[in-house]
């Protein structure tokens, strides 16, 4: 087997490769006697139909097949053979197929590019200052407060009002037309939390237990779901269920029903430190996010559209699972296949350069991970979602997922690297 390579682009190489005719002699033999095992013409049993009219019938199926398969045998051969690492299915062009001649194949192949370091360090970059105050203490102190509120029973004349939870159904259209989402039975509404379409909400107050109604409202313009934005809503709403909610007061006997609290002291002394820690957290984020745009400004190549693609997969499913989270689905959000590539293309393409770049930082600088980083990441991803850190390790180690956590972390260190060589400026707070 004879093998070259030809670099035509920074990341797509063509290999092409000769084989004796001993192989495709070899391969057109293997290729008729599968064909004989199946093949039918009147006259002969399955698998009894001679050669010369297997050559004559199915000459084309045989050679087709035999081509085929001197590519799958010899691809990966040819391709170590000239140190070529393909990131996906190559796209191959084959010769003329004769038993009597060599045969000949190009792939055309896409490659990791060789990435060369220029400047990444002793960047500028700054961060916004990360005080508390008062009233973010404040702010997250009456978030605790309504996460302790009670649903106590109402009279039963009483009437949908703001300071309300209600149980529902409703079923209803837009301009005429049922939609995703139009129809829902037993569904939980906190009145006045925000959370409710204000033209919706407003059609319903005052609606009382085992009253069913029919409202009309029109949606916003600027609507999240595009396909209903400024549509005409028709729903039948039915109320199930009515409950008041009490809100307990800030006291020191509230701080004690929170947790291992003394008083309401104790527990904003406690809010300000997890803010300071994330705010901390926001800043190095800053810096993190400030570095890798001069890092990309600098290192302008072309990536791989096969990683760009892989990318693209992985973004997607992240915004998926943001939209679910929020009971939304990407039709919703208007977010077709087309729109979404042309969309997050650009950002995608910006993703791989950089980990192609931090990759190239960590083996310069000689970065690495130990078992212990390792180990305390996987009990900080234990404690974020409640489960034992031997059954998230098990769960890692079963998914084989552990290297993509050495990879995120050795990013994580070489961006702290760069930021370590940096001058960094502190702007006003947010």
């Known amino acids: 087997m004879k093998t070259s390579v030809e670099e ?15 192989r495709v002699v070899a391969s057109l033999e293997e290729a008729y006697a599968k064909i004989q095992k ?35 045998a010899s691809f990966r051969e040819a391709a170590t053979q000239v140190q070529l690492v393909p990131l996906a299915t190559p796209r191959v062009e084959t010769g003329p197929f004769s038993a009597a001649q060599p045969f000949t194949y190009s792939a055309v192949v896409e490659v990791r590019p060789a990435v060369q370091l220029g400047t990444y360090t002793g ?55 049922p939609f995703e989402g139009s129809r829902a039975v037993d569904y939980v509404i906190d009145v006045g939390g925000g959370k409710l379409l204000p033209a919706f909400e407003a059609t319903i107050m005052g609606m009382r237990v085992g009253e069913t109604k029919q409202v009309s409202f029109t949606y916003p313009d600027d609507y999240f779901n595009v396909n209903l934005a400024g549509a005409k809503g028709e729903f039948r709403v039915t109320c199930k269920e009515l409950k008041r909610k009490e809100v307990p007061d800030l006291t020191d006997e509230f701080a004690k029903d929170l947790g291992n609290f003394a008083t309401l002291a104790d527990v904003r002394a406690e809010i300000r430190k997890r803010l300071t820690v994330t705010k901390e957290r926001q800043a190095k984020g800053e810096l993190a996010e400030h570095a890798m745009r001069q890092l990309l400004a600098s290192h302008p190549f072309e990536v791989p559209e096969t990683m760009v693609g892989w990318e693209l997969e992985v973004m997607y499913r992240e915004i998926e699972r943001r939209a679910k989270a929020q ?11 087309e729109q979404f590539v042309a969309q997050y293309e650009a950002a995608a393409k910006d993703r791989v350069r950089g980990t192609l770049l931090l990759d190239a930082v960590c083996e310069t600088e000689k970065i ?43 990013h994580e260190k070489a961006l702290d690297f760069i930021i370590g060589t940096s001058k960094i400026k502190i702007t006003k707070g947010k």
């Open 123 to 177: 960047f500028k970059l700054e961060h916004a200052a990360y005080g508390i105050t008062d009233e973010e203490v404040e702010i997250q102190l009456r978030s605790a407060q309504q996460s302790m509120t009670k649903l106590c029973p109402v009279d039963e004349t009483a009437g949908l009002a703001e300071g309300m939870v209600a149980r529902i159904d409703f079923d209803g259209t837009a301009d005429g037309k």
């Open 8 to 22: 035509i682009g920074p990341v797509k190489r063509k290999l092409t490769v000769d084989l004796p005719v001993e």
């Open 327 to 337: 009971g939304k689905t990407m039709e919703a959000l208007g977010m077709k296949a």
């Open 38 to 72: 199946t093949a039918k013409l009147k006259g002969f049993r399955q698998g009894k139909v001679p050669r010369h009219l297997l050559e004559q019938y199915f000459k084309q199926e045989a050679e087709t097949e035999a081509a085929e398969a001197l590519v799958r």
């Open 368 to 410: 690495q991970v130990t078992d212990d980083e390792i180990d305390a990441r996987l009990q900080e991803i234990a404690q974020s979602i409640g489960e034992p850190a031997p059954k998230v390790r098990l769960t890692y180690e079963q998914q084989d997922l552990l290297p993509a956590l050495t990879r995120q972390l050795r």
